[in-house]
């Protein structure tokens, strides 16, 4: 739980200044409290079971991603001396030992999700992980002769002596620390776990014990047979851990002669990481455990032990089985063109504004407008930006189409997109290969939105059109993120991206952006002057609201702005996937804001900034999320819709958001979500009549919506 002092409650009665640390949620913990939120997915029944193991692993992979940059950024302040309170009052040391505590209990509970829950389910379905003592020996027999021609060979077992020094651990692997009994003396090794060996090991269907299919995993199978790489020796004992390292990447710009080069270099210094988090089995000794601590130069505090299994992102292998029973059922993406010649689909965007909604709106709609302007005679630049690309996009294939026709070609690639430099680097470098024009983005600023414009030459003079999205130009997030795009030709948008195009690949001080809020020009002072005017509205006695749906609330200037817009009379609908630093419903502060959480089968992505107006809303969808990193360290952009798209982004969107009884989680101002579900549950068991209705669950809904307005478009 998180707490919240007693004085933050009795603001009604002593209204307390804005920057008053009880008015803010630790950003740490409240991504650990999102964490638990998707680890009570894993044990919902309500999802398919597969899916269910799915976000197990999911947990897994966050917590090692918040160790790599978050814990990791508390420890080189505190090892450095470089004392940064936060904003709700806590010191670094402070942090990190919340942070730890709660990490802890995570991971426990991670454990007994899969032990007590998880693992059972899918034995009862016929997929049997087994352990240790269920092993016959049958399958003792052919993991032997498994081990020996697949595993044994590419282990390497590396001693720790004055002839050995101590080995590299990489970031992630999963290793053995050996204790061995060689010569009269108790020596010690480490024997990395080969990541090309699949985590859980198939076992042939007629050895399964219990029918269906059975796996074993890969560590008890090299722990069985460790004597085999220590011929000659006592083996004494071989004890799992792993280490999560620091894997950010801080570059100097400014004084970089080549980002490229320097990146690369970043990413080499990545693998030395400082340790942010040793995390070994609960049966390691005392000794063992020192030696790695002296060795790795940690403090105990970043030791984690478990007494269960390590490293839970594995388990998204066996979300891969082909069980379609025990996982969502498919469905097809509805398409919004239904023809993709170039003149008609142009035409189309001439028109009027249309929005594609992913995943419930197929992401071939983007495909589509780009090749339309690449087989288009009449279209002679294409400019885009690049975030997280994926492995294998075909918009770099079209990219590469439309330089080899000899069209201007402009690609920004953002080579600092956390963990996808080193993907992002290779498909520069192939761009480049084949002509176009990349950039790598403005210096000391990382390029976060997501832009398309193609220029076209028609019969009355150039028009351009274009696509501005809250998502990445990623074809596989775009079937698993919710996510909004929309292709405009009108002139104020496509002014304002031209603008904003000659910003990121030449030299421009153009700042007055006609109609959208650019980022880190105009977005904060934007957003500002919104809610500022909801605030006007109100005291004025009109209709005031704010529904905002982001991905993160951290920014301390606009959580005073969200609180004084409340104290105004602003009724404020916050949808805030992950981190929420806003306390809603203090009294005399922000007893008018609703702040709700919905983790469900997609992840939620996309952002909408929804003001009522005076009963003229403004509406706009773009890239941005509400921290200072987005508003002042980004290039961002946040794009307006026009009334019927308005009128769609709040009827069909929000309003099914705003609503689910499934899926949402609402936050209490001491910090802590309550499942609505859970509420809803409650309420059913004592008022009867009410449980009989179906809990709306906005994903589901909306993708019942829209097949239903394909068929409809499909009949007219």
């Not at 307390?16 to 919902?44: G, K």
């Not at 997109?417 to 176009?436: K, P």
């Not at 009884?661 to 008022?687: K, N, P, V």
Request: net charge negative; aromatic share 8%.
């Amino acid at each position: 739980m998180l707490d919240i002092p007693d004085r933050a409650v009795r603001a009604a009665a002593a209204p307390l200044p804005l920057t008053d640390p009880s008015l803010y949620i630790n950003r740490e913990l409240s991504w650990l409290a999102f964490n638990r939120r998707v680890l009570a997915q894993a044990d919902d029944a309500s999802h398919p079971l597969l899916e269910r193991v799915r976000f197990l692993s999911i947990v897994g992979t966050n917590l090692d991603e918040f160790f790599m940059i978050r814990v990791a950024a508390l420890l080189r302040k505190l090892r450095s001396g470089m004392e940064d309170v936060s904003p709700d009052g806590l010191s670094t040391a402070e942090q990190l030992a919340r942070v730890r505590a709660e990490s802890s209990d995570i991971l426990a509970q991670q454990a007994v999700c899969w032990v007590r829950t998880l693992r059972p389910a899918i034995a009862e379905r016929g997929i049997h992980v087994l352990e240790r003592w269920d092993f016959t020996p049958a399958i003792e027999g052919y993991l032997e002769a498994h081990f020996l021609r697949e595993i044994w060979p590419v282990l390497t077992p590396l001693a720790f002596d004055p002839g050995h020094p101590f080995p590299h651990i990489s970031n992630l692997s999963k290793n053995l620390a050996v204790v061995v009994r060689h010569g009269g003396q108790t020596k010690f090794a480490r024997v990395k776990l080969p990541d090309i060996v699949p985590r859980f090991i198939a076992l042939p269907p007629q050895l399964s014990p219990h029918g269906g299919v059975a796996f074993v995993y890969l560590e008890d199978v090299v722990r069985a047979h460790i004597t085999t790489l220590f011929p000659g020796t006592v083996v004494e004992g071989a004890y799992p851990f792993r280490v999560v390292r620091d894997a950010d990447v801080v570059i100097q710009e400014d004084e970089a002669d080549d980002l490229v080069e320097s990146i690369d270099e970043g990413l080499r210094r990545r693998r030395h990481g400082a340790l942010a988090m040793l995390q070994v089995d609960a049966s390691m000794p005392k000794r063992v455990l020192d030696i790695l601590i002296e060795n790795f130069e940690i403090e105990e505090d970043c030791v984690t032990r478990t007494s269960d299994r390590l490293g839970f992102g594995d388990w998204v292998q066996l979300t891969s089985l082909h069980r379609p029973e025990l996982k969502y059922p498919p469905f097809s993406a509805a398409r919004i063109w239904q023809d993709t010649e170039p003149e008609t689909l142009f035409n189309a965007i001439a028109r009027q504004d249309r929005l594609v909604h992913h995943p419930f709106q197929s992401f071939a709609s983007v495909e589509s407008f780009l090749a339309a302007a690449v087989s288009d005679p009449h279209v002679v630049a294409i400019k885009m930006t690049l975030y997280r690309i994926g492995q294998d996009s075909p918009l770099v294939d079209l990219l590469v189409e439309a330089a080899e026709a000899d069209k201007q070609v402009a690609v920004l690639v953002e080579l600092k997109a956390r963990f996808d430099e080193r993907n992002n680097i290779q498909w520069a470098r192939r761009l480049e290969s084949a002509g176009v024009h990349v950039v790598y983005g403005v210096v000391n600023l990382k390029t976060h939105c997501k832009l398309c414009l193609v220029v076209r030459k028609e019969s009355n003079g150039v028009r351009r059109y274009a696509h501005l999205g809250t998502g990445n130009y990623n074809a596989g997030t775009a079937r698993v993120y919710t996510d909004l795009g929309i292709f405009t030709a009108r002139p104020d948008i496509v002014e304002d991206v031209s603008h904003l195009f000659n910003y990121l690949t030449g030299y421009s001080s153009h700042q007055n952006y006609r109609v959208l809020l650019a980022a880190p020009l105009s977005m904060r002072a934007g957003l500002t002057a919104l809610i500022e005017r909801e605030a006007g509205h109100a005291a004025a006695g009109r209709p005031a609201t704010i529904i905002i749906k982001v991905n993160a609330i951290t920014d301390q200037g606009v959580i005073q702005s969200l609180y004084r817009a409340s104290q105004a009379g602003v009724t404020i609908e916050l949808l805030v996937r992950g981190v929420c630093s806003l306390r809603p419903g203090i009294p005399g502060v922000s007893d008018r804001i609703r702040v709700t959480s919905i983790v469900g089968r997609f992840l939620e992505h996309s952002r909408i900034f929804w003001f009522e107006n005076g009963g003229e809303p403004d509406v706009y969808i773009g890239s941005a999320d509400l921290m200072e990193r987005n508003l002042d360290r980004r290039v961002e952009v946040l794009c307006p819709l026009d009334p019927a798209l308005a009128t769609h982004a709040r009827s069909v969107i929000l309003d099914r958001y705003l609503t689910d009884e499934r899926r949402a989680h609402e936050l209490a101002s001491d910090g802590t979500y309550a499942s609505i579900a859970a509420r809803r549950a409650t309420r059913a068991g004592i008022g009867g009549a009410h449980g009989a209705s179906v809990a709306v669950d906005s994903q589901e809904t909306l993708l019942e919506w829209y097949q239903a307005d394909a068929k409809f478009r499909e009949r007219k």
